[in-house]
C-alpha cells in the first residue's frame, strides 16, 4: 500500500461521520498531517518527542495556565484565526485574545483609574477615545474590557502580591461614545517560557518578548465585537512579538502620559468569514 492509499482509507473511514462540519475538519487535519509527516520525512523518534511535548503541555494546564494557547499563538495560529473570523468586515483591527483575560472585572465609571496596587514603577498614562460604528457617529453603551499587566509585568493572575483584578475594568459609553481610562503605561514583558512553548521558541532561535500593550474587547449591541490592543510606539519588540500580533493601526503614541485612539465597531451583520 502506498502512503496515497493509505491517506485515503483514512479519509474514507469518516464518510459516514453524523456531523458534516466534524468530519470536514477532520479529514482537512488529516491530509495537512500526513502531508507534514511526509514532507519533513518525520522519524519515529521525533513523533514520539512530539507527542510527549503535547503530554508535557497538557500536564502544565491550569485554571490559569494554557499552555496550548501558548503554543497557538506562537505558531501563529491565534492571529490567524482571529483574522479570518474578523473577515473584511471593517473597523479597528483585531489581535490575539491571549490567556490572560478574566471574567467579571469590575464595572468603572468613566475616568476612574484601574490601579488598585501602585507600584514605585509606574508611569501614569490617560488613554481616551470614542467608540465609534463605520460612518463615524458614536456609540452609546459600548462596553470597553481592558486589561494590561502591572507596571513589574506581569499580570494579576501570575503574581501573588497583587489584588485580584489589579489592571482589569469593564467601562461603559455615554451617548457621546467617549472613554476615559486612568492606567499605567505598559511595558513590554516576556510571555510564559517554562514549558514547551517556551522550549520551541528557544530552541528555534526565538524570543519570548511582547511588545507594550493594552488588552480591549470592545462591544455593544447590534455590533460586531472586536479583541485587539494598543501598542506603545516606543516598544522595543513592536517590530518582533512573539505571537505576531501588532497591527500598524493599533500602534500609538504613549510617551507624553496620555493617548488617543478610537475604536470602530462593524454591524452585527458585517461580512461573516
Ligand atoms: C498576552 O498578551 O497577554 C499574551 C498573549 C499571548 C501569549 C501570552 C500572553
Ligand atoms: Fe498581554
Given amino acids: 500500500m502506498t502512503p496515497e492509499q493509505h491517506l485515503a482509507e483514512v479519509l474514507a ?5 453524523p456531523n458534516d462540519r466534524l468530519a470536514e475538519i477532520t479529514r482537512s487535519l488529516v491530509r495537512h498531517l500526513h502531508s507534514f509527516v511526509t514532507e519533513v520525512g518525520l522519524t519515529r523518534e521525533e513523533w514520539f518527542r512530539g507527542i510527549e511535548e503535547l503530554k508535557r503541555a497538557g500536564q502544565l494546564c491550569t485554571d490559569e495556565r494554557q499552555e496550548f494557547v501558548l503554543l497557538s499563538d506562537t505558531l501563529g495560529v491565534s492571529m490567524l484565526v482571529e483574522m479570518i473570523n474578523h473577515g473584511d468586515a471593517g473597523g479597528t483591527e483585531p489581535t490575539v485574545f491571549g490567556p490572560f483575560h478574566l471574567e467579571g472585572a469590575p464595572r468603572k465609571e468613566m475616568g476612574e483609574s484601574i490601579i488598585v496596587d501602585v507600584m514605585d514603577t509606574d508611569q501614569n498614562l490617560v488613554v481616551t477615545g470614542s467608540v465609534l ?35 482589569r475594568g469593564i467601562f461603559t459609553t455615554g451617548a457621546d461614545g467617549r472613554y476615559e481610562i486612568h492606567a499605567v503605561r505598559p511595558i513590554d514583558y516576556t510571555i510564559p517560557d517554562d514549558g514547551p512553548g517556551g522550549d520551541l521558541l528557544f530552541n528555534n532561535g526565538r524570543h519570548n518578548w511582547r511588545p507594550a500593550h493594552f488588552h480591549f474587547v470592545v462591544s455593544a449591541p ?26 500598524d493601526s493599533l500602534v500609538v503614541d504613549m510617551a507624553s502620559g496620555t493617548c488617543d485612539f478610537d475604536f470602530v465597531l462593524a454591524p452585527e451583520a458585517a461580512a461573516q468569514p
Fill in 13 to 17: 473511514s469518516y464518510d459516514d461521520s
Fill in 133 to 167: 460604528d463605520l460612518d463615524g457617529n458614536p456609540i452609546e453603551g459600548a462596553e470597553l474590557d481592558v486589561w494590561e499587566t502591572a507596571s513589574n509585568g506581569f499580570y494579576d493572575v501570575q503574581d501573588e502580591n497583587q489584588s485580584e483584578m489589579n489592571m
Fill in 222 to 247: 447590534g455590533y460586531r465585537s472586536v479583541i485587539t490592543h494598543l501598542f506603545d510606539s516606543e516598544s522595543n519588540y513592536i517590530d518582533s512579538d512573539a505571537v505576531f500580533g501588532v497591527r
